[in-house]
């Protein structure tokens, strides 16, 4: 297990952050979700040892979350949301200097910037100061100076915060690469669920300091709900409100479509004995294709 964490309590003063976290990580590409505030990037600071827990154990690569910070930070990298620049230093020399600081040598580090920045598609602008790079190069330098010691492990915090769509496609090139050609596993923190979809294949969803649901994606949308979509015509509210009586879950869109996810072990035909029962036309019935957006709401539960 790369990770692996129990009963994880941590609070910010009275704030309490994380309220009994357990995970246990498989290999893979990991995507960690959860609406503002649900203890992200609590949970990303405890496993790289910024935090300590209030209570709780755990380890990152086999190494102690409590005592063996250094060594987490021997191999593991971590690309923070905010930026994280030395004003003043060109991406060579800040690559090289993160390589340092994670306990490479010096000279060893340099080799290494310059091959990392080559990587993500820096090479010809590794000497121009930090200052004058674009969003999607500031982007990549942050990858490259989170893999330039040769890490097992990497967290990503938000990875495609700010980018165009071809920026977002390029890095999300990279993270593809990183994971599946370089023998580094990847962590991604983000709010974009189509970048989660894409690249990973397992999901831990945190809400409101507590884990919502941890799993393949495949399998997680299986055991939780199926959706199907429906248009009805006539009085709707009672027939909503039934629905929702039913251990379902029901969204309406902007163009008056109805979303219901339905437990497992619910049966579809009950909508349209609610639908004869309050007297409503259903119009439109089909089972969707469930995306981990569809997921996420489920299991977060949608305003
Ligand atoms: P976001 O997606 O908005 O970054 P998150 O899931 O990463 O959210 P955290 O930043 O871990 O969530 O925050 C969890 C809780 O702890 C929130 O209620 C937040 O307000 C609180 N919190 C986070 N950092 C601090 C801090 N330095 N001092 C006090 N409270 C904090």
Do not use: W
Not at 118 to 136: I, N, P, Q
Not at 144 to 150: K, P, Y
Not at 277 to 302: M, N, P, W, Y
Request: glycine share 8%; net charge negative; aromatic share 8%.
């Amino acid at each position: 297990m790369s990770v692996e964490i129990q009963q994880i309590h941590f609070s910010y003063g009275k704030i309490k952050a994380l309220n009994g976290i357990d995970i246990r990580l498989p290999q893979g590409a990991i995507g960690l979700l959860g609406p503002n505030g649900a203890g992200k990037s609590t949970l990303l600071r405890i496993l790289l040892g910024f935090l300590v827990p209030d209570s709780g154990e755990g380890s990152v690569l086999g190494y102690d979350i409590r005592s063996q910070q250094a060594m987490i930070r021997r191999y593991v990298g971590y690309m923070p949301e905010d930026d994280c620049f030395i004003p003043g230093m060109d991406a060579v020399s800040f690559t090289s200097y993160m390589g340092e600081l994670s306990g490479m040598p010096r000279q060893e580090a340099m080799k290494r910037s310059h091959e990392v920045l080559y990587y993500v598609g820096l090479e010809e602008s590794r000497y121009r100061m930090l200052e004058t790079y674009s969003a999607g190069m500031r982007q990549r330098l942050k990858l490259a100076q989170s893999i330039v010691h040769d890490p097992k492990l990497i967290f990503l915090d938000e990875p495609t915060s700010g980018l165009d769509p071809q920026g977002r496609k390029e890095i999300l090139e990279l993270i593809m690469d990183i994971s599946s050609k370089k023998d580094i596993q990847v962590l991604i923190s983000s709010h974009i669920l189509p970048d989660i979809e894409q690249t990973c294949s397992y999901v831990v969803i945190l809400n409101k300091g507590e884990m919502a649901a941890e799993g393949q994606i495949s399998e997680l949308k299986q055991v939780q709900y199926s959706l199907y979509e429906l248009k009805i015509k006539g009085e709707e509210q009672a027939f909503l409100d039934r629905l929702a009586s039913m251990d379902s879950q029901v969204e309406q869109t902007e163009d008056k479509l109805l979303k219901v996810y339905l437990s497992p072990g619910t049966d579809p035909q009950d909508i349209f004995k609610i639908a004869v029962e309050e007297k409503v036309q259903i119009r439109h019935f089909v089972k969707s294709q469930t995306s981990l957006e569809d997921l996420f709401a489920k299991v977060v539960g949608v305003d």
